[in-house]
Structure formats: C-alpha cells, structure tokens
Nanobody, 121 residues
Framework: QVQLVESGGGLVQAGDSLRLSCVAS????????MGWFRQAPGKEREFVAG????????SSPDSVKGRFSASRGSAKNTIYLQMNSLKPEDTAIYYC??????????????WGQGTQVTVSS
C-alpha cells in the first residue's frame, strides 16, 4: 500500500510563509505526477500546485500563482509546498496527492490525511 503523510501546517498571520512537507511510503510507479490540493469550508477540493512525472511544473490557479510552489525532494518520496504571502482566503486543509501522469487527484491516485493551514487577518 502507498501511504502519504503531510506536516507543516499551523496558525499564521496574513503575510507569513509556511512550508508543507509530504512523505510517501512508496510510489504508484516509476513515472507519476505529484502535487497539492486544498479544501476550504463549504468549498470543493481544488488543485494548488504540482510537479509532473518528467519534473515539469503543473500550472497553478491564479489565486496562488506567484505565491505557492511545489518541489520534489532529493529523496524522491518527499514533496514540498512553499507558501508565501499567505492570505486569509488560503485557510484550508491541504492534501498531498500522487498519481499516474495526467490523473492527479483522480481515482487511482493516493491522498494524504491533510494538514490544516489557518491564516488570520
């Protein structure tokens, strides 16, 4: 079984930075996409940032573009999400995800348990 564990969330003030980490117990295959999603209260889960199987950046939505970036650790079972200039609207549970190419977040991908990020104004 593949297991993902996130860490690094917390309560911060607007303008602060956070770096989330996710450690995987394994990989779905030698080629896979990886990334981060978030879900705020009353809203659907949305994609935030990611890296594709070839190491290329998966485009982020305008709401976080220029502030959030995903990266892969030298240890290939570790991924990160760097969040800068945090805003109250970034408050959500953040989940890491690993899946087949072009199927990140779909059935067959693997989810972590999530880590809470709360940004106060």
């Amino acid at each position: 079984q593949v297991q993902l564990v996130e860490s690094g969330g917390g309560l911060v003030q607007a303008g602060d930075s956070l770096r989330l980490s996710c450690v995987a117990s394994g990989r779905t295959s030698n080629n896979y996409d990886m990334g981060w999603f978030r879900q705020a209260p009353g809203k659907e889960r949305e994609f935030v940032a990611g890296i594709n199987w070839a190491g290329g950046t998966i485009s982020s939505p305008d709401s976080v573009k220029g502030r959030f970036s995903a990266s892969r650790g030298s240890a290939k079972n570790t991924i990160y999400l760097q969040m800068n200039s945090l805003k109250p609207e970034d408050t959500a549970i953040y989940y890491c995800n690993v899946g087949p190419p072009r199927r990140l977040g779909y059935a067959g991908s693997y989810w972590g348990q999530g880590t809470q990020v709360t940004v106060s104004s």
